[in-house]
Nanobody, 121 residues
Framework: QVQLVESGGGLVQPGGSLRLSCAAS????????MAWYRQAPGKQRELVAT???????NYADFVKGRFTISRDNHKSTVYLQMDSLKPEDTAVYYCNAKILAGPPVYVLNSWGQGTRVTVSS
């Protein structure tokens, strides 16, 4: 069984920083692209950032220059460093990973349970 467990959410003032972590565990042969999504109240889930297993990153326009995605392949962990946070960044943040699981080997599109980030004074 494969699990993604997130941590690091919380309450922060505008302009502050938070670092989210997401660790994968279980019968994992490898992890391809890892990503962070978010869902604000009353809105659809949206992509925040992605990182491939070779380290290529992509960001949504609304977080470029403020958020940084990174990963530690030895720890099967992806991080999201969030700086210069704004009230509109308030959302539940979800980790996603394309995991080679098994045996027998198959590709699993795995999600974490979500971690809440609230940006408010």
């Amino acid at each position: 069984q494969v699990q993604l467990v997130e941590s690091g959410g919380g309450l922060v003032q505008p302009g502050g920083s938070l670092r989210l972590s997401c660790a994968a565990s279980g019968n994992i042969f490898g992890i391809n692209t890892m990503a962070w999504y978010r869902q604000a109240p009353g809105k659809q889930r949206e992509l925040v950032a992605t990182i491939t297993n070779s380290g290529t990153t992509n960001y949504a326009d609304f977080v470029k220059g403020r958020f940084t995605i990174s990963r530690d392949n030895h720890k099967s962990t992806v991080y999201l460093q969030m700086d210069s946070l704004k009230p509109e960044d308030t959302a539940v943040y979800y980790c996603n990973a394309k995991i080679l699981a098994g045996p027998p080997v198959y590709v699993l599109n795995s999600w974490g349970q979500g971690t809440r980030v609230t940006v408010s004074s």
